[in-house]
Nanobody, 123 residues
Framework: QVQLVESGGGLVQAGGSLRLSCAAS????????MGWFRQAPGKEREFVAA????????YYANSVKGRFTISRDNAKNTVYLQMNSLKPEDTAVYYC????????????????WGQGTQVTVSS
C-alpha cells in the first residue's frame, strides 16, 4: 500500500512558477515509478510527466516539455514537479501517482493516487 499526499498548488499569474511536491509512504519508494497527471474541468485526466524509480529517466507530455521538470528525492520519499512559464491552460487539479511496474504515460499503469492539488493560472 502506498499513500500519496500532494502539496504546493495555488494561484499564480501567467508566466509564473510553482513547485508541487508529493510525499509518499508505505513501501520502498525507490522501486516505484512516479507520475504527475492533471485534470481540468470537463476534461479527461491527462499525463504530465513521469520518472523512473532511480530518477535517471523522465518523460514529459509535449504540452509541458521545456517548461516543467519532474524530479525525486528517494531519501525523502518525495517527488516534485517544477512548473515554470505557466499558462492559463495549465489550470487543473494535479495528481501524483505511483506505478510498481514502469514509468509510463498510461493512467491505467498507476495503482496509487493522491488526492490532488489545485493549480490555477490567471491571465
Amino acid at each position: 500500500q502506498v499513500q500519496l499526499v500532494e502539496s504546493g498548488g495555488g494561484l499564480v499569474q501567467a508566466g509564473g512558477s510553482l513547485r508541487l511536491s508529493c510525499a509518499a509512504s508505505g513501501r520502498t519508494f525507490s522501486r516505484v515509478a512516479m507520475g504527475w497527471f492533471r485534470q481540468a474541468p470537463g476534461k479527461e485526466r491527462e499525463f504530465v510527466a513521469a520518472i523512473t524509480g532511480s530518477g535517471d529517466v523522465a518523460y514529459y507530455a509535449n504540452s509541458v516539455k521545456g517548461r516543467f521538470t519532474i524530479s525525486r528525492d528517494n531519501a525523502k520519499n518525495t517527488v516534485y514537479l517544477q512548473m515554470n512559464s505557466l499558462k492559463p491552460e495549465d489550470t487543473a487539479v494535479y495528481y501524483c501517482a505511483a506505478s510498481p511496474s514502469t514509468a509510463t504515460r498510461l493512467t491505467g499503469e498507476y495503482n496509487y493516487w493522491g488526492q490532488g492539488t489545485q493549480v490555477t493560472v490567471s491571465s
